[in-house]
């Protein structure tokens, strides 16, 4: 049996009804202990623990919109989400585990207005930078992202075409891991 293709979803950083636990200002994540009392189900505890061993996690909640919903349910484990503002990719993280967990989202996220983020994805650690959605990049993801989007199957096809993975893109394309001089540019 063939390895699951990624898909790739993009937020807007500005979206009302998109929250993080991490963002460019330094909020690295939280601590699962502190979290795990907002869970009820003591199996989810356990599988929390078994994706984050190191004892914090990252989070991605949206709010159960029609459009937020039926995407999510289409997000699966190996999934990437990316972070858009503008015309730049902010961030980028793999899709670990998803709960829809109104409690937790109401722990996390209290201080919000408006209905909780309970459409959460647990995420691995969270890539955060610059990369302009330069020409090269069109090709493959649309700048001005207002919510919630999945990148077009042909589009996320011929992306895996030229890096051969989501992975790769993730890595080489967006060139977090390079120095800034080295990522694509206009």
Same mark, same amino acid.
């Given at each position: 049996?063939?390895?699951?293709?990624?898909?790739? =979803?993009?937020?807007?950083?500005?979206?009302?009804? %998109?929250?993080?636990?991490?963002?460019?200002?330094?909020?690295?994540? =939280?601590?699962?202990?502190?979290?795990? %009392?907002?869970?009820?189900?003591?199996?989810?505890?356990?599988?929390?623990?078994? %994706?984050?061993?190191?004892?914090?996690?990252?989070?991605?909640?949206?709010?159960?919109?029609?459009?937020?919903?039926?995407?999510?349910? @289409?997000?699966?484990?190996?999934?990437?989400?990316?972070?858009?503002?503008?015309?730049?990719?902010? #961030?980028?993280?793999?899709?670990?585990?998803?709960?829809?967990?109104?409690?937790?989202?109401?722990?996390?996220? /209290?201080?919000?207005?408006?209905?909780?983020?309970?459409? %959460?994805?647990?995420? /691995? @650690?969270?890539?955060?930078? @610059?990369?302009?959605?330069?020409?090269?990049?069109?090709?493959?993801? /649309?700048?001005?992202?207002?919510?919630?989007?999945?990148?077009?199957?042909?589009?996320? /096809?011929?992306?895996?075409?030229? =890096?051969?993975?989501?992975?790769?893109?993730?890595?080489?394309?967006?060139?977090?891991?390079?120095?800034? #001089?080295?990522?694509?540019?206009?």
């Amino acid at each position: 049996m063939g390895q699951a293709v990624e898909n790739i =979803y993009l937020f807007s950083d500005d979206a009302t009804t %998109i929250r993080t636990g991490y963002d460019d200002r330094g909020q690295r994540g =939280y601590e699962l202990a502190r979290l795990s %009392i907002f869970v009820q189900e003591r199996d989810i505890v356990e599988k929390l623990w078994n %994706i984050h061993p190191q004892g914090r996690c990252f989070l991605w909640g949206a709010r159960e919109t029609e459009e937020n919903y039926l995407l999510w349910r @289409e997000m699966e484990a190996g999934d990437f989400i990316l972070g858009v503002r503008g015309e730049t990719i902010t #961030s980028s993280a793999r899709v670990l585990m998803k709960l829809k967990a109104p409690g937790l989202a109401a722990g996390v996220w /209290d201080g919000e207005i408006g209905a909780p983020f309970s459409l %959460i994805c647990f995420l /691995d @650690e969270p890539r955060i930078g @610059e990369t302009a959605i330069a020409p090269a990049l069109r090709r493959y993801l /649309d700048a001005g992202v207002r919510e919630l989007e999945k990148v077009p199957a042909e589009r996320r /096809d011929g992306l895996i075409g030229a =890096y051969m993975s989501v992975s790769n893109f993730i890595r080489l394309g967006l060139g977090f891991d390079f120095p800034f #001089s080295l990522r694509h540019s206009e």
